[in-house]
């Protein structure tokens, strides 16, 4: 493919990178609406919270373990051949879970799901960042970002609307056809390309970084489970999964090819923005994760209803992310990224007004509230690390975005999970005394559950009910604060840390950069 035929078809040549990160971010937020049914043992699997947590963290801890080293790859063997590969092994994961016979079998498709999406994700940046000259890139890295306010909005809805009319795993099947399509387009219209001098892989940190958040994962999980964080099976995973973490980052900041490069972190500015990122995801991840149990067990909506009450969210981020950078412009990243999180802050100390009865409006303006907030952080706080660091590494930079995101969201759905989990069986302990030993399990593990042994008891279940709402509402209060808290700290880094106001820079005689390129041509 020709040079200019690349530039005539780089708008095309967009979209179909961006129908490939939509499947990605579609993938999760359908997740999320199906999550209730999943549990369900007549309708879905009969999936514990925990297994439920794991369904999700299976797929963000291998994708963020991988993100790296599916970069290098794309580097050396060609983006584009990496990219379809990516894209197949999405659409047979996506098979696998959709007809999981069990909980377990569901987690390890999701987790060669997320062996899928690492491999797609890094691909989509590094293809446009090629494809496209310097005076339009920031406009296409703009509607590739905004696939993700799309999924947002859509992936909810579609899930609702799907299982409104078939079973649960058609939230995964659906996945297949739009692969299929994106790689006949990918095939046609992408260009190959890749890195002539690429960096050496690192499969050692690669798989010290992945067994330690998946131990430390699990550690965390279990403390929610067992409801005592001080026995051996809680303490003993938390601290292995933190001893290999802290000896991956001594790994990775002497060998010469690091898979994640800790010396990055040396950077104050940089530090701080990725802080803001993680910690910012960390809390929506988690509170996401408990509110979609609120909407269909305690409220009784159906998952399209449920899919619709996310809708503010994306709205505000599709307003406000647009407008982010004009704000950044006039204020200064530092301000901005900080009213953000305050905003966010705001929105999880307003789950405090969200009760069993409060009317349904309260929980939209919460949710919008939060959406304007994230939008205004992701912007600053993504421009001030690539800003941080010299243009040649720009790569590293988005990864390091990437990453920090992904792990975030696996450590606020285990942590901010775990928490719901704790004072929600704590609450409920004395109403389940009276039951069998597997009725009291199943209705102790989530409200899910506790519906489900409560209709199957039928007038007898009825005192049930009530407590544990209460209980699931105390236990959202609850983890809300403390993602509210952990929003805050993260408003008072970035107010410390990051810098303000920017010169501007003409995009028009910005340099091609130093890594040199060559396509498929």
Request: a neutral charge.
């Given at each position: ?245 802290a000896l991956f980052a001594w790994h990775e900041s002497r060998t010469a090819s690091p898979a994640f490069d800790v010396r990055l972190f040396g950077d104050a500015r940089m530090s701080a923005a990725v802080a803001a990122i993680a910690l910012c995801f960390f809390a929506a991840a988690g509170v996401f994760f408990f509110t979609n149990f609120y909407m269909q067990s305690v409220r009784g909506l159906t998952p399209l209803q449920s899919g619709a009450m996310v809708l503010p969210f994306a709205v505000a981020q599709l307003i406000f992310s647009t407008r982010s950078a004009a704000m950044v412009h006039r ?191």
């Amino acid at each position: 493919m020709e040079s200019e035929t690349v530039q005539r078809r780089r708008w095309y040549i967009l979209g179909v990178l961006t129908m490939s990160l939509l499947v990605v971010v579609l993938d999760n937020t359908i997740l999320n609406v199906a999550l209730k049914t999943i549990a369900d043992p007549q309708k879905g699997l009969g999936a514990t919270q925990s297994q439920l947590e794991w369904s999700i963290n299976s797929y963000t801890l291998v994708f963020a373990g991988l993100l790296f080293t599916f970069g290098v790859l794309g580097d050396r063997m060609g983006r584009k051949r990496v990219l379809i590969g990516g894209m197949a092994v999405f659409a047979v994961a996506s098979l696998l879970s959709a007809y999981a016979q069990s909980p377990a079998q569901l987690i390890w498709a999701r987790a060669l799901m997320g062996l899928g999406g690492a491999a797609v994700m890094p691909q989509t940046l590094s293809i446009i960042t090629n494809v496209f000259e310097p005076h339009e890139r920031p406009r296409a890295i703009g509607i590739w970002a905004g696939a993700v306010g799309l999924g947002v909005a859509i992936g909810p809805l579609t899930g609702g609307l799907l299982l409104a009319h078939f079973w649960w795993g058609s939230v995964f099947l659906i996945n297949v056809p739009v692969i299929i399509a994106g790689v006949v387009l990918m095939a046609y219209l992408v260009p190959e390309s890749r890195n002539p001098l690429p960096g050496r892989l690192d499969p050692g940190g690669v798989l010290l970084s992945v067994v330690g958040l998946v131990v430390l994962s699990y550690g965390i999980i279990q403390g929610g489970e067992k409801g005592d964080w001080l026995t051996p099976a809680v303490v003993g995973p938390i601290a292995a999964g933190a001893a290999v973490l802290a000896l991956f980052a001594w790994h990775e900041s002497r060998t010469a090819s690091p898979a994640f490069d800790v010396r990055l972190f040396g950077d104050a500015r940089m530090s701080a923005a990725v802080a803001a990122i993680a910690l910012c995801f960390f809390a929506a991840a988690g509170v996401f994760f408990f509110t979609n149990f609120y909407m269909q067990s305690v409220r009784g909506l159906t998952p399209l209803q449920s899919g619709a009450m996310v809708l503010p969210f994306a709205v505000a981020q599709l307003i406000f992310s647009t407008r982010s950078a004009a704000m950044v412009h006039r204020y200064g990243a530092k301000a901005v990224c900080t009213v953000g999180l305050l905003l966010v802050t705001a929105a999880l100390a307003g789950y405090q007004f969200v009760g069993v009865d409060t009317p349904l409006w309260v929980l939209c303006v919460v949710f919008f509230l939060q959406g304007a907030g994230m939008a205004n952080v992701m912007p600053p706080a993504t421009e001030s690390v690539m800003s941080a660091l010299p243009r040649e590494r720009a790569g590293a930079g988005s990864a390091i975005n990437n990453t920090a995101r992904q792990v975030a969201v696996a450590m606020g759905v285990a942590v901010l999970g775990s928490v719901v989990a704790s004072v929600y069986r704590g609450d409920l302990h004395q109403n389940l005394a009276a039951l069998p030993p597997g009725p009291r399990q199943a209705a102790g593990e989530s409200i899910a559950g506790a519906h489900a042994v409560a209709a199957r008891m039928g007038d007898a279940g009825h005192s049930l009910v009530g407590p544990a709402d209460a209980a699931f509402v105390h236990a959202m209060h609850t983890a809300a604060i403390a993602a509210a808290v952990v929003a805050f700290l993260a408003s008072m880094v970035v107010l410390k840390w990051m810098p303000g106001r920017a010169p501007a820079v003409d995009s028009q005689t910005e340099p091609r950069g130093s890594e040199q390129e060559t396509a498929g041509v």
